[in-house]
């Protein structure tokens, strides 16, 4: 399985942006998986927020983050990104990036490896 860590969560005053990054490392090959953003509020379910195919050709949202969040991916630094801008209060979460060795990024692939997730806190 590939190895994800997630870095680049942190307290941010709502209106604010963050970048976060998922490298990969292991001995699956990064490119040809691929990726999604999910994340966990305290006593809600795992909501999927954001895939993207291993080419970066597509690319796919829930509805709420729309406009705000940008998915994309260097393969060749076996990394995804996702940059959140106009923070919510409501983005408050734990977010997790994962990899889909056969999928094309949507919240219905077969996301088999997962990182420890990075916590993003928005004050309002």
């Known amino acids: 399985q590939v190895h994800l860590v997630e870095t680049g969560g942190g307290l941010v005053q709502a209106g604010g942006s963050l970048r976060l990054s998922c490298a990969a490392s292991?001995?699956?090959?990064?490119?040809?998986?691929?990726m999604g953003w999910f994340r966990q509020a305290p006593g809600k379910e795992r909501e999927f927020v954001a895939g993207?195919?291993?080419?970066?050709?597509?690319?796919y949202y829930k509805d709420s983050v729309k406009g705000r969040f940008t998915i994309s991916r260097d393969n060749a630094k076996n990394t995804v990104y996702l940059q959140m801008n106009s923070l919510k209060p409501e983005d408050t979460a734990v977010y997790y990036c994962a990899a889909d060795p056969t999928g094309w990024g949507s919240r219905s692939g077969s996301y088999d490896a997962w990182g420890q997730g990075t916590q993003v806190t928005v004050s309002s």
């Open positions: 993207i195919s291993w080419s970066g050709g597509s690319t």
């Open positions: 292991g001995r699956r090959t990064f490119s040809t998986n691929a």
